[in-house]
């Protein structure tokens, strides 16, 4: 995994500095996943592309650098965990519905000394009542629909921020679909930015949306109305 991750790291351009780190998240991972359904990607290799050069990968994309982020449903610590272990310089929030998630990120930042992270449990429409346009960047690697990621995160975001999308190269319908989301939201897609993961044939996509206006206050709606009517 080791050799995997410095190639991929120095592939993208990034610093192998946090190579260390990264490797004690993704033992801590491995460990936990034997109790608890953290990760269906398990072999070691895999995890180094698929998931930590996957996230890393972001910190070419966008600068997170003295920013506020929240990481919405943010399940294992994905991007979230792997971005505060590669770039220090920013205030993060982990977010999450299922409280043994963030039970076992909170113990893991503390166990490893990660500093300026809040590990949050609570679902991301609830969160929003209190904590509306408080970030400057929304990140997610959830598997929801980009429609229903847009009215969980664009709330979250201050005007002149972003939210970034991680999806597959395969979801040009699914944008299409959420542009009349965006707008609604507050929002206007800014670009499509797909990239490889280096050693892998793997190519994954950011979705960037910026917030060009504040969110009206009827959003977000409950997640049972999202789900019956996606917004369009």
């Known amino acids: 995994m080791e050799t995997t991750l410095r190639a991929g790291l120095t592939a993208l351009g990034l610093p192998c500095s946090a190579v260390p780190r990264l490797l004690d998240f993704a ?14 990607i398990t072999e070691p290799k895999d995890v180094a592309t698929l998931h930590l050069l996957d996230c890393a990968a972001l910190l070419t994309l966008s600068d997170f650098r003295g ?4 990481d919405v449903g943010t399940g294992a610590g994905f991007p979230g965990m792997v971005l505060r272990i590669m ?9 999450d519905s299922l409280g043994k998630r963030i039970d076992w990120l909170a113990e893991t930042c503390a166990a ?7 590990c949050v449990h609570a679902r991301a429409e609830e969160f929003a009542v209190h904590h509306r346009q408080q970030y400057e960047i929304a990140t997610s690697r959830a598997v929801a629909a980009l429609p229903l990621l847009c009215e969980l995160a664009l709330p979250l975001v201050k005007p002149g921020g972003c939210f970034l999308a991680m999806k597959s190269v395969d979801s040009d319908d699914e944008i299409q679909s959420a542009r009349g989301a ?10 499509v930015r797909d990239y490889a993961i280096p050693g ?23 997640w049972a109305k999202m789900k019956k009517a996606p917004l369009k």
Not at 182 to 191: H, V
């Open 27 to 40: 033992g801590r991972l491995l460990e936990k996943n034997r109790v608890m359904n953290l990760t269906a």
């Open 112 to 118: 490893m000394g990660l500093d300026r992270v809040d």
């Open 182 to 191: 965006m707008g609604q939201l507050g929002g206007k897609l800014e670009s």
């Open 87 to 95: 770039e220090p310089d920013f205030d993060l929030t982990l977010l």
């Open 200 to 222: 892998t044939a793997v190519t994954h996509r950011l979705v960037v949306i910026r917030k060009v206006k504040d969110t009206p206050p009827q959003f977000p709606r409950s």
């Open 67 to 70: 920013k506020s982020v929240v």
